[in-house]
């Protein structure tokens, strides 16, 4: 069956630009996560979601971090006002359940702002 | 929020059975502990999951002492293709509460 889909792969921006970068889970599953992993580092929880609802934005570096859920599937997290720090890979991950249960990763968008 | 820790780096010979241990000394009642691998350009990958005592799969092995402040993942006869970073996951759900902690990670390189 299908896995979990992100788009773009890579995305560039200028700084100052604003991204949006989407993620497909799972159907069905409930948990939706997304992580920012800076090279050579591990992935870093950004924020959840269970069905529609964002139960914790905790790890959200900046109010320049947003993401939404809005029908409980297809999830997007948006960066306005792009800065260099914020070139990463973003994961997004989803599970069937609550959080304790397996994760099952996309293949993560690479942002490089310039 | 536990904090892990883990080698940077592990070599091995292909054939070997290599162990992988994370320090997870703040981890909490209902924590439970998970393993991930990443290989480059992929999303990390599900590998093994425990909360107290051993726990084997197809894959690997979990063991985690009765006090939970370490745990050790278990690769048995790696090959080539087990080269791979492992990151050890400390995590739980509260009231409100979604806490996700991956370690730094261990580089494993499986030496032909």
């Known amino acids: 069956g299908a896995g979990v889909s992100q788009s773009p792969r890579y995305k560039v921006a200028k700084r100052g630009q604003d991204v949006a970068l989407r993620c497909d889970p799972i159907s069905g599953h409930v948990s939706l996560f997304w992580y920012q992993q800076a090279l050579g580092q591990g992935p870093e929880f950004l924020t959840y979601f269970q069905n529609e609802a964002q139960l914790d934005k905790s790890g959200l570096p900046s109010d320049r971090f947003f993401a939404e859920r809005p029908e409980g599937s297809v999830s997007t997290l948006k960066i306005q006002r792009t800065q260099q720090e914020d070139s990463a890979v973003y994961l997004c991950?989803?599970?069937?359940?609550?959080?304790?249960?397996?994760?099952?990763f996309g293949p993560g968008t690479r942002l490089l702002v310039l | 929020l536990a904090k892990t820790t883990q080698p940077i780096s592990m070599d091995s010979y292909e054939g070997q059975e290599v162990n992988i241990t994370c320090s997870h000394n703040n981890i909490a009642t209902n924590d439970y502990i998970t393993w991930y691998q990443q290989f480059p350009s992929q999303g990390p990958r599900f590998i093994i999951q425990?909360?107290?005592t051993k726990v084997t799969n197809e894959v690997a092995s979990l063991f985690i002492p009765a006090d939970r402040k370490s745990s050790t993942l278990s690769l048995p006869r790696v090959s080539q293709s087990d080269t791979a970073v492992y990151y050890c996951l400390v995590g739980h759900s509260g009231a409100g509460s979604y806490q996700l902690t991956f370690g730094k990670g261990t580089k494993l390189s499986v030496i032909p």
């Open positions: 425990g909360y107290k």
């Open positions: 991950a989803s599970s069937p359940g609550l959080v304790q249960e397996t994760q099952y």
